[in-house]
C-alpha cells in the first residue's frame, strides 16, 4: 500500500537492522502513557514467545511498531480461542499524520492471512481517554461492542477485528 510521499507501507517481522530506528522512537508524554516503547517491548517479547513484534514500515523505514500476542492474556479481551492481541502500538511522532497508522492497520487483515492463518480475529484494549487512537481504530475497521476492561490507567474499550 502506498503512503502520502508514495512510499509503500508495509507490515513485517521484527529485524535486527530495524533496532537503531525503533530505539529512537519519540511520542509525547500524552501519547506515551497509553503504550510502550518499541525498545522495551521489544524486550519484553524476547523473555516471552507469546509476543511478535511487528514492524510498520514506509519505504525501508520503520515508522510504527505493536506486538501480537497469543498468551492467556487474550481472553482478557475475548472468549475466541483464535484471536491474538494487538498491543503497544505506536508510530513515531516524526511521521505521524501522514496516514501511516492507518494504512498499517488497514493492511493487517492480508498479513495474518499470510502469517496466523489459523488467527479468525484481533482484539485490543485502548484506553478511554485516548480519543484519537480509538477513532484510528474504528476507522481501521474495528468495531467496538460495548465491552469495557479496567486497564493501568482506567477503563478501556474493548475492540475487535474479524478476520476472514
Excluded: W
Excluded at 16 to 42: C, I, K, N, V, Y
Excluded at 95 to 108: P, V
Aim: hydrophobic share 40%.
Amino acid at each position: 500500500m502506498e503512503g502520502t510521499a508514495g512510499l509503500q507501507i508495509a507490515l513485517s517481522f521484527y529485524k535486527p537492522e530495524f533496532e537503531e530506528e525503533l530505539s529512537s522512537f519519540l511520542l509525547p508524554d500524552d501519547q506515551a502513557q497509553f503504550t510502550g516503547m518499541p525498545s522495551d517491548m521489544l524486550e519484553n517479547s524476547r523473555k516471552d514467545q507469546s509476543k511478535t513484534p511487528v514492524v510498520l514500515t514506509a519505504g525501508e523505514m520503520p515508522v510504527g511498531f505493536f506486538l501480537l500476542e497469543s498468551s492467556a492474556r487474550i481472553f482478557d479481551y475475548s472468549s475466541n480461542p483464535f484471536s491474538m492481541l494487538l498491543a503497544a502500538f505506536s508510530v513515531n511522532y516524526q511521521h505521524q499524520g501522514k496516514g501511516y497508522a492507518k494504512k498499517g492497520l488497514l493492511l493487517l487483515p492480508s498479513f495474518m492471512a499470510a502469517h496466523f492463518p489459523e488467527c479468525t480475529a484481533i482484539v485490543l484494549g485502548v484506553n478511554k481517554r485516548n480519543i484519537r487512537a480509538y477513532q484510528l481504530y474504528l476507522k481501521a475497521g474495528f468495531i467496538d461492542e460495548g465491552k469495557i476492561k479496567m486497564g493501568p490507567l482506567g477503563e478501556q474499550h474493548i475492540l475487535s477485528l474479524a478476520l476472514t
